[in-house]
């Protein structure tokens, strides 16, 4: 039998998942709501949904273009982030170098540097050398951005593995990148699920580099729902579908890695 704390704890747990699942519910149920009911001033429960909203997103903004350079973008740079983040991260951890510590201090210090610092320095390059509005230009940005970050977590999952694998790796002939394919990347499977999620979700709803970069060809999902304001309307009903279709993605790649995110979570609370 459950004791009366843990009780309300369960109590408090439910209402706060009520609390952020809410908007989503709300959003959710606007994006299938006529024009009429969404713009009428009593809230209006019972009503015949309609698909006009996902419709006018895919016919009169070309949601399915951003939605495909979304896809392009994010997801070859995340693959190269953690490709470029376990080899740095491995180095770290595992060579030794002086300083490895204030090194991946340093590192991460350059993820705290507001975007809108660095956007500018970003787009005169970009113009320099002709990246502007471009798949590879983005997938650039997201990836200098983002390894940093990535950097530092995935060093904190490698220090915890231990090193007595590797030196009997070592013992077999296993040179250092043999023994990052067959051993290290295995057993880090947790830290390279949160870290690709972190980088991934990041990278999915990032704005502001986005914004600076791109134009037409390569203009993501974000930029294209900011499209759907103006200076005398506010399509509410597009806005929510074209929210609840981006969000799809995300819920898709969490629901693929949920088991080794945990595990990994899990990992870094006993650190």
């Known amino acids: ?22 908007p989503i519910y709300w959003i959710a149920l606007t994006s299938v709501k006529p024009m009429s009911e969404i713009n009428s001033k009593e809230p209006v429960w019972l009503f015949e949904p309609t698909m006009e909203h996902y419709a006018e997103a895919f016919v009169r903004f070309e949601f399915g273009k951003a939605l495909l350079n979304s896809s392009i973008i994010v997801f070859s740079a995340t693959i190269i ?28 210090s350059l993820r705290f540097m507001p975007a809108v610092v ?5 787009y005169l390059m970009f113009v320099t050398f002709g990246l502007i509005d471009s ?15 990535a950097v530092w977590i995935m060093r904190g999952f490698l220090l915890d ?16 990148l043999s023994i990052i394919r067959r051993i290290i990347l295995p057993l880090s499977g947790p830290g390279i699920a949160v870290t690709a999620i972190f980088t991934f979700v990041f990278n999915w709803n990032e704005y502001l580099f986005a914004l600076y970069l791109t134009q037409a060809d390569a203009v993501t999902l974000p930029i294209q729902i900011a499209k759907m304001v103006d200076a005398y309307t506010v399509l509410w009903g597009t806005i929510s579908a074209s929210v609840v279709m981006q969000l799809v993605p995300m819920v898709i790649v969490v629901f693929l890695l949920q088991r080794h995110m945990i595990r990994g979570l899990a990992l870094g609370a006993v650190k």
Request: aromatic share 12%; no cysteine.
């Open 81 to 108: 982030t953690m490709i470029l983040a376990l080899i740095a991260a491995y180095a770290l951890a595992r060579m030794r170098l002086r300083g490895a510590d204030i090194l991946s201090l340093f590192i991460l």
């Open 1 to 22: 039998m459950r004791s009366p704390i843990r009780k309300t704890m369960d109590v408090v747990a439910v209402f706060f998942v009520a609390i952020y699942l809410a």
């Open 135 to 149: 798949h590879i230009g983005m997938i650039i940005v997201y990836v200098g951005y983002g390894l940093p970050f």
């Open 161 to 176: 593995l231990p090193k007595e694998i590797e030196e009997a790796a070592r013992l077999d002939g296993l040179g250092w």
């Open 118 to 122: 660095i956007a500018m320095p970003f």
